[in-house]
């Protein structure tokens, strides 16, 4: 396993994995990292002749500061993680990836503007903009997201597709704790209490799923129910519940279709995010 924290030294041994006709899989990540990002590189190690994790957590995507400045940093525990699946881990600066005069910037339309683009305005962008520098930088066969952030993962998708890049995008499963509560790395900043509270989110979500495979086809009938048990629970502000076609990602006012609903909370200072996809048949 090598770390390394230079785009220069990086492209020298990714270039030379490509001379071997390596495949190579890439996660990138912004670290604190949890069974959700282990399972992509354990998914990235079966599928790939190297593999390839970036931490970095990328101030370009945080539209608030104080969301940024408490964002866990927990370098040496995660390199100790993954020391034994990943073969390099790339941990760069804010100035190896964004030097002096860096003004590039990624938008993805309609998608980035949309969902959470409404609610952190510049997300995706500082997202994108990123990933694409990563792309870049890494040359990966294969990249792997967590569907937990579904929305990022669709726009990653169409990132690819729309700039011919040659990467294969990998969804993998939201990973949850025994409990129903998504994994992220926001996680560590809930408390015993705040933890209680967040599993309202999933046990709403599935709600919302029986509802419609019982039959409710009106979104906001849905959306109405949906809200009546969240609100049942104090200490925790629903930011949207939205219900999409799993198709176009277009809300839909009638549910014909595989939909995915999806939630944004806040609990204390911790904004979470949750999604489950609905199948009709
Ligand atoms: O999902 C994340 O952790 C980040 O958005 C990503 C993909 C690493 C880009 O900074």
Do not use: W
Not at 143 to 170: C, E, N, S, T
Not at 222 to 242: N, P
């Amino acid at each position: 396993m090598t770390v390394c924290k230079n785009i220069k030294k990086l492209i020298f041994k990714i270039n030379k994995a490509k001379t071997n006709h390596n495949s190579i899989g890439f996660i990138p990540t912004m670290g604190a990292l949890h069974k959700g990002h282990l399972s992509l590189i354990q998914k990235a190690r079966k599928e790939n002749d190297v593999v390839v994790v970036s931490i970095f957590v990328n101030p370009k995507q945080f539209n608030n500061p104080e969301d940024l400045k408490r964002y866990p940093r927990t370098i040496e525990r995660d390199v100790d993680l993954i020391r034994d699946i990943a073969d390099i881990i790339f941990i760069p600066d804010t100035e190896e990836i964004y030097p002096k005069g860096f003004g590039a910037n990624i938008h993805i339309s309609p998608l980035a503007d949309v969902g959470e683009g409404k609610y952190r305005p510049g997300h995706f962008d500082g997202m994108a903009t990123v990933v694409l520098k990563l792309f870049h930088i890494t040359q990966p066969t294969r990249a792997y997201f967590g569907k937990k952030d579904y929305q990022q993962y669709l726009i990653v998708k169409q990132m690819v597709r729309d700039l011919h890049l040659p990467i294969k995008i990998v969804g993998g499963e939201t990973m949850r704790e025994e409990s129903g509560l998504a994994m992220s790395s926001r996680n560590v900043r809930l408390s015993h209490s705040d933890k209680e509270k967040a599993l309202i989110i999933y046990q709403t979500l599935q709600q919302g799923k029986e509802i419609i495979q019982q039959g409710e086809q009106n979104a906001q009938n849905v959306i109405k129910k949906m809200t009546d048990i969240t609100e049942r629970e104090e200490g925790i502000t629903i930011e949207y519940i939205e219900i999409r076609n799993m198709s176009d990602f277009l809300e839909t006012d009638e549910i014909t279709e595989d939909v995915v609903i999806l939630i944004a909370a806040q609990i204390g200072e911790v904004r979470l995010i949750d999604n489950i996809e609905v199948h009709l048949s």
